[in-house]
Nanobody
Framework: VQLQASGGGLVQAGGSLRLSCAASGRTFNNNHVAWFRQAPGKEREAVAAISRGGSTTYYSRSVSGRFTISRDNTKIMAYLQMNSLEPEDTAVYYC????????????????????WGLGTQVTVSS
């Protein structure tokens, strides 16, 4: 599975952005998808994840209630809708995928993800 994130940009605090993750490969639908982010000088952190069928989602505490992860398996796409953006959300955002049956207990662990796309920069100005 090859992944490519897009949709980043510069936005004022309180604004919104929608990130997209385009996938190639028929096995995308068999993979759980997550969004991670990495700010300068900080470790990569998990933001949100969605199960292969889209029925289960997970969010980090810092974005819960503001971000929404979704996917469209017919289009082989995943999305991250980001609302009420804060300067602390500034980072490079990456989409990632993995295929194990059970991933809920480790959805936030970056090393567990086999497939990664290039990131997209999100900058939130105050």
């Amino acid at each position: 599975v090859q992944l490519q994130a897009s949709g980043g940009g510069l936005v004022q605090a309180g604004g919104s952005l929608r990130l997209s993750c385009a996938a190639s490969g028929r096995t995308f639908n068999n993979n759980h998808v997550a969004w991670f982010r990495q700010a300068p000088g900080k470790e990569r952190e998990a933001v949100a994840a969605i199960s292969r069928g889209g029925s289960t989602t997970y969010y980090s505490r810092s974005v819960s209630g503001r971000f929404t992860i979704s996917r469209d398996n017919t289009k082989i796409m995943a999305y991250l809708q980001m609302n009420s953006l804060e300067p602390e959300d500034t980072a490079v955002y990456y989409c990632a995928a993995r295929s194990e049956v059970n991933f809920g207990g480790t959805w936030y662990e970056a090393p567990k993800y086999k497939y990664w796309g290039l990131g997209t920069q999100v900058t939130v100005s105050s």
